[in-house]
């Protein structure tokens, strides 16, 4: 089993950046998948959830508007499209896939953001 997020990176206020999480070795259209970050020093939160087929998404209120979480099934990828992106937002993200049987977590990536 893997989760391999990719696409962080440095970027200013106000920028964009994509997150992929590439996924193998399950049944990812099973899954739900799920978006968190940790910040130094403090605990991971949640950020975003997908239902397995796509249909149904949620956000944190820190988000909201901002944050969009999409999926492709044929591809086995989960994605987060970050927009307007502020300073707080700084924390390395990390996928994860959820079902009531079992879960996975991806290694996480950087992504900051600073002038």
């Known amino acids: 089993v893997q989760l391999v997020e990719s696409g962080g990176g440095l970027v200013q206020p106000g920028g964009s950046l994509r997150l992929s999480c590439a996924a193998s070795?399950?049944?990812?259209?099973?899954?739900?998948m799920k978006w968190y970050r940790q910040a130094p020093g403090k605990e991971r939160e949640w950020v975003a959830t997908?239902?397995?087929?796509?249909?149904?998404?949620s956000y944190a209120d820190s988000v909201k508007g901002r944050f969009t979480v999409s999926r492709d099934n044929a591809k086995s990828t989960v994605y987060l499209q970050m927009n307007s992106l502020k300073p707080e937002d700084t924390a390395v993200y990390y996928c994860?896939?959820?079902?009531?049987?079992?879960?996975?977590w991806g290694q996480g990536t950087q992504v900051t953001v600073s002038s």
């Open positions: 997908i239902t397995s087929a796509g249909d149904s998404t």
């Open positions: 070795g399950f049944a990812f259209s099973s899954y739900a």
């Open positions: 994860n896939a959820w079902s009531r049987r079992d879960g996975y």
